[in-house]
């Protein structure tokens, strides 16, 4: 499985992946899920990827040759965000249709991204792309969008997120929302990578890769269970209501 | 949908539900999840239901028909909790078989059941029934199981579930656990109950129920909020590591 999420702030945007894959019980590989399509003078533009690895891969390779071989459209001259959302849409929905025919299981072959960055001139967004090549666009009301395994990792950012957070910040909450899930399943797994992108640097993208044994990982881990359990133990007593004696058997 | 979660820890066990069932957008509705079984001097047992409201409901007046109408096997003549759980299973599993067959979607008819208790002289058990019938007991390794959406309030299980916690602290914890549930999943909701079995005075149990306005909950979910908030401010700084340049296109 995967676990990504992307959040969007006000100082900038801010990317986060894990690399484990899993393609049945013996197969557990690593494949970094995290992949800068293009960095530009006019343009920066960064996938997440989850579902299928075939499908994945053969999205990348397509948007690559379309760029490679001047195919149009391309990620070069596409003119907004949502247009380059569109075209990795019909590009995700073709790759899916064409392997799906020989699949007995059409949703073994899906695969959903987000797609991130700017076009100079431009808004920054982050969208979340569908194996129907459909796609959202994050808004304030939802300044996050996760792909893969996303539940375990929710709960922090309905939390924490919010416009006014710093990237530095930011890229905390999203650690403690990998954190979470790496702690509740096993599929999702390191290395972890986190990319920053500074509205106001554009040309400075932060890009850290953290290892299964990082140091800085492990005392983010650390730290934060440390303040959990010391939280817990000081939130108010349960209410000192009456014993109710329940109904003896159903109904 | 429905989240439940039953606890067993040194002292006894939780049990905990929410109240929101969602049968279509117009038909958001309040059903109860927790039911107790029996509670006589020799056993307690308790039901915690998820999944297909009409199955649920079917397995629950089976049950109480086998106990009315003195039929053999019933939950007063079973020796052990093992046994009550597959008597579960086969009533559980018989009544998905029976409506499927006039379902075009075999996995809307299926329902999933928490059972928790005592027998006399026995040891205590939570037991996760499943729809085909068979079961699963929590151990001192896993000393939870969740039905419903269960990934939200898994993380802070994760962290704080021990078998030395003490009953009032494994209650909060369940509470923690389906806040975080409510505030990232809209289709869990109050009123929420919590059942407390204490091995040492079986005969008391402490049956809570907050509702929707409840000030307890809503003072929990604040200080926790708070807290979480508090901890993360004072989490380590990320690491002061090169910017390193990512390559430019991918591959």
């Given at each position: 499985m995967t676990y990504c999420v992307a959040i969007s702030v006000d100082e900038g945007l801010v990317f986060a992946s894990d690399s484990r894959t899993n393609a049945?019980?013996?197969q557990v590989s690593v494949f970094g899920k995290m992949h800068v399509l293009v960095e530009e003078a006019d343009r920066f533009l960064v996938l997440l990827s989850a579902g299928n690895l075939g499908t994945t891969q053969a999205v990348?390779?397509?948007?690559?040759?379309?760029?490679?071989?001047?195919?149009?459209?391309?990620?070069?001259?596409?003119?907004?965000?949502?247009e380059v959302a569109e075209y990795l849409g019909s590009i995700n929905a073709e790759q899916r249709r064409k392997h799906a025919?020989?699949?007995?299981?059409?949703?073994?072959?899906?695969?959903?991204?987000?797609?991130?960055?700017?076009?100079a001139g431009r808004d920054p967004g982050i969208f979340l792309v569908y194996p129907e090549g459909n796609y959202i666009r994050a808004s304030s009301q939802t300044p996050f969008l996760q792909i893969?395994?996303?539940?375990?990792?929710?709960?922090?950012?309905?939390?924490?997120?919010?416009?006014?957070?710093?990237?530095?910040?930011?890229a905390r909450v999203a650690l403690i929302s990998m954190d979470a899930t790496m702690r509740s399943n096993v599929t999702v797994g390191p290395p972890i990578e986190v990319l920053i992108y500074n509205l106001r640097k554009p040309r400075l993208l932060r890009h850290m890769v953290f290892g299964p044994d990082d140091?800085?990982?492990?005392?983010?881990?650390?730290?934060?269970?440390?303040?959990?359990?010391?939280?817990?133990?000081?939130?108010?007593?349960?209410?000192?209501?009456?014993?109710?004696?329940?109904?003896?058997?159903d109904e």
């Open positions: 049945g019980p013996d990348r390779t397509r948007i690559r040759h379309d760029l490679e071989f001047d195919r149009q459209p391309n990620l070069r001259t596409l003119p907004s965000m949502a025919e020989n699949s007995e299981h059409d949703g073994a072959m899906t695969a959903t991204f987000v797609l991130g960055g700017q076009i893969g395994e996303s539940k375990y990792g929710k709960p922090i950012l309905d939390r924490l997120v919010k416009a006014s957070l710093s990237l530095e910040d930011t140091d800085y990982l492990r005392e983010l881990g650390r730290s934060w269970q440390g303040y959990v359990e010391k939280a817990f133990s000081v939130l108010p007593p349960l209410p000192p209501r009456p014993t109710e004696l329940l109904r003896v058997v």
